[in-house]
């Protein structure tokens, strides 16, 4: 049984045409990163509570959402959650302490935009267990003329600042507590008791909450970039060393090609990048480079064995005769992918998806990017050097 | 046999026979029931915890529990408090998580200041956190006498005289209470106050060794008055009550907040503080009020030398709970030299800044004995003896983490993961066996001792299988088959090219050997990157991933090198299935 014998498919003359078609892919996921602003990132990075609901029995989303809605928490977000009886819950981001007054600042300015408010002071403060407080921050705002204290706690929340306790200080200040955690078994108990009064005959169960404070999210994001830039770097030095610096630089760009058209394809489908999917994007960096490596070998032996071919032929047998392999070992990664994507459950969902889209990508990278980036390089830097000496 | 084929047989025997012993308690542990675990590990504890301890373990996305990341608060400490203060906090949270009953807790350090706390199977995180965090301190204070305090009032309305409205705003701390502001206040003329200083009559219980006051006692009536400028401090007040003073509960935000004040705090002696009862008094005129104590703080026992303490019911009150405590040796003699010297003087039962309750002193306490009172549930009552046993944190811990998953979850986790990794498995193996016949099969033995040196080394290195683990190792099965793959198309060139069988498979293997190392090499840095950068979850996938690399080396070039060498030795096989 064989897929390929001895094939002489013209790899780098189409190699233009690859580009374009790269390019748009990368123009496109760029684009959708840069009205977004930036890839939509996860409580992960941004803070924030996350509460997974399981019903005995299917609710409609829509009657969820509105529940939700009315009770306040206007920034939540909620999605299906593999079927129509589990549900994913996402609630506000909890800041940092100035942006956490800035945000009420805002919220308060909505929600009274008469009463001239003004920021008095901003401070993180430590837990108190006798009162129920489990950390977080608090700030105080005064107002020109304090509107009524009732309401002003559902107000802010409408206004996409939720679970705050407010203060009445004096007659022109107020203090808001904005806690960190604790919130996700509070949020997660009223929205229970709240969907409970809705559906009096269903039984809700909590399957996880997640709460990352503003602090971790910054370190992780940190970490995370730290990571890729410590690994890219680490992939640099092994391939000069073991190659030449072009062969690192083709490699590179691969990776660069694969990494950001995944984050472009996730911005498009509006998908969340968490630390798994961090991981997915490392792995399908890991993937890429293998794919890659295995045609730089090939090309490096060749290299010394055919010494009469043109560069640019030379590179075309190369990818050739690894495309077996290269098929295969794709076709058996992808199987897996798939089953994990399909059978791997709700929770591994999208991490499995960004594997789906890397191995494809990776491959695709390996062959039409890679190598073609050598030719690329040597007809402009190393022949022109050559004509000079 | 060659002398190299031996080596390899018995390296790769070594290695089998070293994951399957690793694995044998995983094994054990999934062939019994859940009745049978049970049973075992009532009827020998001791070889449950080996066999368990040696099974691979399941991260906490998969067995359902709590993790939590705190970072200890060392801004209010001293230079030389800071240097250990994680590890003592480290220590006291070890302390209550052990006495909390947790099994296989994982309390550890994460940075400087960060500790990371574990708890696999914990369903109320509300009362984890409130068990970790909550301080503990215990004291036991002299409560100064009356004199003294209205030397203070008179002081703090002389130097609060000059106090701007807005200032109080700013060093507000957080409270529940609403605060009322300017409202009509209670005063009272400086006549009143020493009118109010008067003995009350006595009414304890002689006998009585320590007599805590009732929470509400009949107060003297005084008249709501305007506040009063030239008693900025005073005019907040309502009344003495025996050594201490009475706020309505209007007043008490506004009270607090004077308190606080530089100024305030300046003109606080530094042998004592203000501190609250944490308990509410109802007022004789309606409404309620919270008791203000000023207590010393060069009169004390602390905490530090508490043995024991335990909950129980209140012999007066058979409804309500109460913490009885013990000091050590040390304690109950610092305890009875403290209760020699203050007889009939009142002292205040301190925890965590609030004053619980405020015994008096009949007789010397020679035997380091005491109560807390207050309004505890069961499981309040529970936890608090549990933290004060286990001692004081010596810093507030700011929650920054916590991620909790419910068992149901974690058990579903685990039958989706097994479920896909299964698929994957047979998908792979079938699509090897279908593409390369044979040689397919030896692949496919070659992946199956990966992953058995795989999990043997998770169970080795006792690292936890977390989901994302679980994927590691999914997509291990996908790309470990690749050094095969590899290796089987290089051989089938060589065999285009006539070569024989023997001289094939030699070229292909030596070949293939530097795109194996080189391919694998390179994925293994970002392999450990992962695992250095990475927190909880990405370590459990990284950690799977690095094994499973080195392991799918290992079975393509040594292991399933062999079982080719092994095949065609002889050289009988005229064609090679591949």
Do not use: C
């Not at chain 1, 939540?76 to 940092?96: A, M, N, R, V, W």
């Not at chain 1, 009420?104 to 909505?110: G, P, Q, T």
């Not at chain 2, 100024?263 to 009862?277: H, R, T, Y």
Request: overall charge negative; cysteine-free; glycine content about 8%.
């Amino acid at each position: 049984m064989q897929f390929f014998g001895e094939t002489h498919i013209n790899f780098v003359d189409f190699r233009n045409k690859a580009f374009i078609l790269s390019l748009v892919l990368i123009l496109a996921g760029l684009g959708s990163l840069a009205i977004k602003g930036g890839p939509d990132l996860s409580i992960d990075f941004e803070g924030g509570t996350l509460v997974q609901l399981r019903f005995d029995k299917p609710v409609p989303i829509s009657t969820l959402r509105t529940i939700i809605e009315e009770a306040g928490y206007e920034k939540g977000d909620i999605q299906e959650f593999g079927d129509p009886k589990e549900f994913l819950i996402t609630i506000e981001k909890i800041s940092e302490t100035e942006i956490a007054a800035e945000k009420l600042l805002e919220a308060l300015v909505k929600t009274a935009p008469d009463a001239g408010w003004n920021l008095v002071s901003a401070k993180e403060m430590p837990p108190d267990f006798s009162r129920d407080f489990e950390g977080g921050n608090l700030v105080v705002v005064e107002a020109a003329s304090l509107p009524p204290m009732d309401g002003l706690k559902e107000g802010v929340r409408e206004n996409g600042v939720g679970f705050v306790e407010v203060t009445k200080e004096s007659e022109s200040r107020v203090a808001f507590s904005l806690p960190y955690l604790g919130i996700e078994s509070k949020a997660a108990q009223e929205l229970k008791e709240i969907v409970m009064a809705q559906f009096p005959d269903r039984k809700i169960e909590i399957r996880r909450t997640e709460t990352v404070g503003p602090k971790i999210g910054e370190e992780l994001k940190n970490r995370a970039w730290a990571a890729i830039i410590i690994s890219m770097f680490g992939i640099l030095v092994y391939i000069s060393w073991r190659f030449e610096f072009k062969f690192a630089i083709g490699a590179i760009l691969a990776l660069a090609h694969d990494v950001i058209i995944t984050l472009g394809i996730f911005s498009l489908l509006g998908k969340e990048i968490s630390l798994v999917i961090i991981a997915a994007l490392l792995t399908i960096v890991g993937y890429s480079l293998n794919d890659t490596i295995v045609v730089f070998d090939r090309i490096r032996e060749n290299f010394s064995l055919r010494r009469r071919e043109s560069y640019d032929r030379m590179i075309n047998i190369s990818i050739n005769e690894s495309l077996g392999r290269t098929i295969i070992t794709s076709l058996t990664t992808l199987i897996v992918v798939v089953s994990l994507y399909f059978y791997g459950g709700e929770v591994i969902h999208d991490f499995a998806f960004a594997l789906l889209v890397g191995v494809v990508v990776g491959t695709y990278s390996s062959i039409f990017v890679a190598s073609p980036v050598l030719i690329e390089w040597q007809n402009r830097f190393t022949a022109r050097s050559k004509t000079r000496s | 046999m060659s002398k190299s084929l031996r080596y390899k047989t018995i390296l790769v025997l070594i290695v089998s026979l070293g994951a399957l012993w690793f694995l044998l308690p995983t094994f054990r542990l999934i062939m019994m029931s859940e009745e049978e675990r049970q049973a075992m590990a009532i009827e020998r504890p001791e070889e449950y915890d080996k066999l368990e301890s040696k099974a691979i373990k399941r991260g906490l996305d998969l067995s359902g529990g709590m993790h939590l990341v705190l970072e200890v608060d060392d801004s209010k400490l001293d230079e030389d408090e800071r240097v250990d203060v994680v590890d003592r906090a480290l220590e006291v949270i070890r302390n209550r998580v052990d006495q909390f009953g947790v099994t296989e807790p994982v309390i550890k350090r994460e940075g400087s200041k960060r500790i990371i706390v574990q708890l696999p199977g914990l369903q109320d995180p509300a009362r984890a956190r409130r068990l970790i965090g909550q301080t503990a301190m215990l004291e036991w204070r002299l409560i100064r006498q009356r004199a003294v305090v209205v030397d203070i009032v008179k002081r703090l309305d002389v130097v609060l005289r000059d106090t701007p409205e807005d200032s109080l705003a700013e060093k507000q701390v957080i409270e529940g209470e609403t605060s009322i502001g300017t409202d009509p206040v209670l005063d009272r003329s400086e006549t009143e106050i020493a009118a109010a200083i008067q003995d009350q009559p006595d009414s304890f219980a002689q006998d009585s060794l320590l007599f805590p006051l009732p929470q509400s006692e009949i107060l003297p009536e005084i008249p709501l008055q305007e506040s009063d400028r030239d008693k900025p401090f005073s005019s907040y007040l309502m009344t003495f009550y025996k050594d201490w003073l009475v706020v309505h509960e209007k007043n008490v935000p506004r009270v607090r907040k004077l308190l606080a004040l530089e100024e305030a705090q300046k003109a606080i002696p530094d042998d004592s503080d203000f501190l609250w009862l944490d308990e509410w008094a109802d007022l004789p005129e309606g409404g309620r009020g919270k008791f203000l104590f000023l207590v010393a703080r060069d009169e004390m026992v602390s905490g530090k030398n508490l043995q024991n303490a335990t909950p129980a019911s209140d012999p007066n009150s058979p409804n309500k709970l109460l913490i009885r405590f013990q000091f050590n040796r040390a304690g109950a003699r610092e305890l009875s030299r403290f209760t020699g010297k203050n007889i009939n003087r009142f002292t205040a039962i301190v925890l965590d800044g609030k004053i619980k309750s405020y015994p008096i002193i009949r007789t010397k306490i020679p035997d380091g004995r005491g109560v807390i009172e207050g309004t505890f549930t069961d499981t309040e009552a529970k936890d608090l003896s549990v933290v004060l046993r286990a001692g004081a944190l010596p810093a507030d811990l700011i929650p920054r983490e916590e991620r909790t998953v419910g068992p149901s979850l974690g058990s579903d986790s685990i039958m989706m993961g097994l479920r896909a990794a299964l698929l994957g498995l047979a998908l792979v193996v079938l699509f090897m066996v279908f593409y390369y016949k044979i040689s397919g099969l030896i692949a496919s033995l070659a992946l199956i001792l990966n992953l058995l040196i795989l999990f043997g080394l998770l169970a080795y290195l006792g690292a936890a299988l977390t989901l994302p683990g679980i994927a590691g190792i999914i997509l291990t099965i996908g790309m470990a088959i690749d050094a095969n793959v590899l290796i089987f198309e290089r051989i089938r060139e060589e065999l285009r090219k006539a070569k024989t069988i023997r001289s094939a498979i030699d070229a292909g293997y030596d070949k293939a050997f530097t795109t194996i190392v080189d391919a694998n090499l390179t994925t293994l840095i970002t392999a450990v990157v992962l695992w250095q950068f990475g927190t909880g979850p990405i370590k459990g996938f990284a950690t799977t991933l690095s094994i499973g690399i080195l392991g799918s080396m290992f079975s393509a070039l040594i292991f399933s090198r062999l079982l080719f060498d092994l095949w065609t030795k002889n050289g009988k096989i005229k064609k090679l299935s591949i």
